[in-house]
C-alpha cells in the first residue's frame, strides 16, 4: 500500500494533470489534421468527453483499493496474477515502441530550426535515448520535483501558444470539414490516445490524500477540466490559425508561436521540447526497467535475459534501436504504441466492473470500458500487437510455469504509460527523488 503523504486536493489534481499533459501535445494537433482535417476536433471533444468516466473510474478503484501498482494490481486482483503479467508486458513491450515516436515528435521541431530532416531527426532520437540509457545505467534520475518542473513548463507553454495565436484565428480554415470523411475522426481518435494516457495514475496516487474518498473526486474533476480545456484549446487554436499548414507541419506549437510572437521563439520551443522529452524517456527507461525486472523474478519473463536492471534496460536501449530503424512512418508507430496503451485500458476497466459495486459506479465503469474497447478497435490492424503481446505474455508463463504469488512486485512500474510526474508512480517504477 502507498505510504500516506497527505495530499491535498490541489496537490492532487496538480500532479494527475501532470501524468496526463505529455510530450506528444507537441505534434499531436498535426497528426489529428492529418488524419481526419478539422474534423480532427470531433476526436479531440470525443477524448475529452472519455476522460471523465475513464478518469473516475481508475479513481473510484483507487480510492476504494488504495494501491501504487495501479492497474496491474487491480487487474491481478480481478484476474489472477497472468492476467496482471500481461499488462505489465504490454507496458513494457511498449516502451521500446513508442520512444522514436516520442522523440520523433521532438525531431520534428530540432530539424525545424536546424534543418536537415530525417537525419536531424535520428540524431536527435539517438542523442536523447543515448542520455537517458547512460543516465539509468549510473543511476543519474532526474528528480520527481523536476518532471513536476517539465510538465509545468509544457502547461505553460500551451498556455501561451493560444494566447499568441489568438489575433490569427481564421474560421474558414473550417472548410473542408472533412476532408477524409467521417472516418478519419476515428482514426484521429486512437492517435489521441497518445495524449490521454496517464488516467491511471490517479488509482497510484489515491492512498496518498488526506481523505480518499472525499479528496479523489474532487482533484479528478479539477484535472479532467484543467486537461480538457488545454487541449481543446491548443487543438481549436491549431486547427483555425494555421489551416491546411497544419496537417503537414512538424512543429505545429512552434509555428503557432511564431506567428503570434515572432522572433526566435522556434529555437526556444526546441529546446523546451528536447528538455522534456528527455525527462519523459528517462522516466519511462527508469521505470519500465525496473518493470522488467520485477516481471523476471514473477517468472513472467527469461530472467537471464530480464533479470537485471541494466540488463532490462539494455534491452529497452537496443529494441528502441531496432524500432526507430523499421519502416515504419510515424503515424502507424504511434498507433502501434497507442494500441498497448488501450488495451491497458481495456483491462483495467474490465477490473472495475469486477472490482467496484454500486449501480453507478458500474455504469461508469461499464461506460468507460465499451468507450475503451471501440477505441481498441477504432486502433486498427495496429491493435494486434497489443493483443499479441498479452497473448505472448499468457503463452509464456503457461510454458515456463511461473510462481502463483500475488503479482506485487508485477505491479510496480506497469500501471503508468506517462510516468513522469506522479510520485506515486515514481516510487513504484524506480526514480528516486
Known amino acids: 500500500m502507498t505510504a500516506r503523504t497527505d495530499l491535498s486536493v490541489t496537490q492532487g489534481a496538480a500532479l494527475s494533470v501532470g501524468a496526463v499533459l505529455g510530450t506528444g501535445l507537441i505534434s499531436l494537433p498535426a497528426l489529428a489534421a492529418d488524419a481526419a482535417g478539422p474534423a480532427s476536433l470531433v476526436a479531440w471533444l470525443a477524448l475529452i468527453a472519455l476522460s471523465a468516466p475513464l478518469a473516475w473510474t481508475f479513481a473510484a478503484l483507487g480510492a476504494r483499493y488504495p494501491d501504487a501498482g495501479g492497474v496491474s494490481t487491480y487487474a491481478g486482483m480481478a484476474f489472477g496474477p497472468r492476467v496482471a503479467a500481461a499488462v505489465g508486458w504490454t507496458f513494457y513491450f511498449a516502451v521500446p515502441l ?25 540524431a536527435t532520437f539517438l542523442v536523447i535515448v543515448g542520455t537517458a540509457y547512460v543516465m539509468n545505467w549510473f543511476g543519474l534520475r532526474i528528480s520527481g ?13 500551451l498556455v501561451v501558444t493560444v494566447l499568441a495565436a489568438l489575433p490569427h484565428l481564421n474560421l474558414d480554415h473550417l472548410t473542408p470539414f472533412a476532408p477524409h470523411g467521417w472516418s478519419g475522426i476515428g482514426a484521429a481518435a486512437a ?80 529546446v523546451i521540447a528536447v528538455v522534456l522529452t528527455l525527462g519523459a524517456v528517462n522516466a519511462y527507461f527508469a521505470g519500465s526497467s525496473r518493470l522488467g525486472v520485477a516481471l523476471a523474478k514473477e517468472g513472467a519473463l527469461p530472467a537471464r535475459v530480464f ?3 541494466r540488463r ?6 537496443v529494441a528502441g534501436i531496432g524500432c526507430v530503424l523499421l519502416p515504419l512512418d510515424l503515424h ?51 491493435a494486434l500487437l497489443s493483443l499479441v503481446i498479452a497473448g505472448g ?40 527523488e
Do not use: H, K
Open 98 to 122: 513508442g520512444s522514436p515516436v516520442a522523440v520523433a515528435f521532438t525531431g520534428g521541431y530540432v530539424s525545424d530550426v536546424l534543418g536537415g530532416g530525417r537525419g536531424t531527426e535520428f
Open 145 to 157: 520535483r523536476v518532471q513536476v518542473v517539465l510538465s509545468l513548463s509544457l502547461a505553460t507553454m
Open 191 to 270: 492517435l489521441l490516445v497518445w495524449g490521454f494516457a496517464g488516467w491511471e495514475a490517479l488509482s497510484s496516487l489515491s492512498g496518498e490524500y488526506r481523505n480518499p474518498r472525499r479528496d479523489v473526486p474532487r482533484a479528478t474533476l479539477v484535472a479532467v477540466a484543467v486537461v480538457g480545456v488545454l487541449y481543446l484549446a491548443v487543438a481549436a487554436v491549431s486547427v483555425l490559425a494555421l489551416g491546411p499548414a497544419l496537417a503537414g507541419s512538424r512543429a505545429p506549437l512552434a509555428d503557432l508561436l511564431a506567428i503570434g510572437l515572432g522572433g526566435p521563439v522556434r529555437a526556444l520551443t526546441a
Open 307 to 309: 533479470g537485471a536492471q
Open 312 to 317: 532490462s534496460l539494455t534491452f529497452i536501449f
Open 332 to 382: 502507424t508507430a504511434a498507433l502501434l504504441t497507442t494500441g498497448c496503451f488501450t488495451l491497458v485500458y481495456v483491462i483495467g476497466t474490465a477490473a472495475a466492473l469486477r472490482l467496484l459495486t454500486g449501480v453507478w459506479p458500474r455504469i461508469v465503469a461499464g461506460t468507460a470500458f465499451v468507450a475503451v474497447l471501440g477505441l481498441l478497435w477504432l486502433n486498427g490492424l495496429p
Open 393 to 432: 505474455s499468457l503463452a509464456y508463463q503457461a510454458i515456463s510455469r511461473p510462481s502463483r504469488s500475488r503479482p506485487s512486485s508485477i505491479s510496480a512500474g506497469s500501471a503508468a504509460p506517462n510516468p513522469t510526474t506522479s510520485p506515486a508512480c515514481l516510487s513504484s517504477s524506480g526514480p528516486p
